[in-house]
């Protein structure tokens, strides 16, 4: 029988700091995606665009904090018998359920009212995307493949909102490109577990997955990835918004950027995540500001 943790004394301090590493500050950088259309829209320098994206991007990450929270919950008796789970602010008892079960009850509805503040459409993708993660928690986590489509399909709302909240036509490209990545990104973290961690104590999708069919999966989608981000440089969309800005300049970064995450995913076996050992990764980190800067170049400069 699952034994509960001894009772703690909650001090009001103690439980906000509990909460707080509840929100995951540290997955924050996700919602870095709902500044990309304010990036590509070339729009850095108008203040008001600047102010509604990092008013999007706060939203964003207090309505998925509320997603934290809730798995925790959904998974408290489960990550009190995981060696590390265990230790998080819910399971360990620093955080009582009753209060993160008010929080979210306050925080979820306000965060998406404030939306309304941006647009209505803001607040609708806020909604859609706390109802989407409310299926994860209790049904899609649990099927393989389609866990990881049901991520994707997060990050793709991410773009949207970043989009609805300065008012700029959200583009099919980014939106394609940003799936696609985000994918490629769940499926490798996928395949690191599978090779790493034992499926009978860890995510039930995993039993589910083959190494060898996630392989195939993971490479189609580095390639697919690769080759779509070199269409998408020379395509119509490119040539209307920014006229002849030599943007193929950037090509050699993203296949550089997928490589070296493959790499990560089936040599750092060690690694709890690969999705957050390549932000520790220097190599990685390195490519991936040069593509960012090469791009700011073409764009804001030539």
């Known amino acids: 029988m699952m034994e509960h943790p001894p009772p703690i004394c909650h001090s009001p301090v103690l439980v906000l700091l509990g909460l707080i590493r509840t929100l995951r500050p540290k997955q924050w950088v996700k919602n870095i995606f709902v500044g990309v259309p304010l990036f590509f829209s070339k729009q850095l320098g108008d203040v008001e665009s600047v102010g ?9 990450c207090l309505i998925s904090g509320c997603v934290y929270v809730i798995n925790d919950l959904v998974d408290v008796e489960k990550d009190r018998a995981h060696p590390k789970k265990c230790k998080r602010p819910i399971p360990s008892g620093a955080l009582p359920e009753g209060a993160a079960k008010t929080f979210v009850g306050l925080a979820a509805p306000g965060t998406i009212a404030l939306g309304y503040l941006l647009s209505p459409w803001v607040s609708l993708v806020l909604a859609v995307y706390f ?36 008012g700029v036509p959200p583009s099919s490209w980014l939106l394609g490109m940003s799936a ?89 076996h060690d690694a709890e995540s690969p999705t957050e050992e390549m932000l520790r990764d220097p190599f990685f980190v390195g490519v991936f500001l040069a593509w960012l800067v090469s791009v700011g170049v073409v764009l804001y400069v030539i």
């Open 52 to 60: 509604r994206a990092l008013a999007a991007f706060a939203l964003f």
């Open 131 to 166: 109802a989407q993660n409310l299926l994860y928690c209790f049904w899609t986590k649990n099927i393989p493949y389609f866990d990881v489509l049901s991520i994707a399909f997060g990050f793709v709302l991410r773009v949207l909102i970043g989009a609805l909240a300065i």
């Open 180 to 268: 696609l990545l985000a994918m490629f990104l769940g499926f490798g973290k996928r395949a690191h577990e599978l090779a790493t961690q034992d499926i009978d104590k860890t995510r039930p999708s995993l039993r589910g997955y083959s190494a060898s069919a996630l392989r195939w999966v993971l490479h189609i989608l580095a390639m697919v990835t690769a080759v779509g981000y070199a269409v998408y440089t020379q395509s119509d969309h490119v040539h209307e918004l920014f006229g002849d800005a030599p943007l193929i300049w950037t090509l050699p970064f993203p296949p550089i950027g997928i490589l070296r995450f493959i790499h990560i995913v089936t040599t750092r």
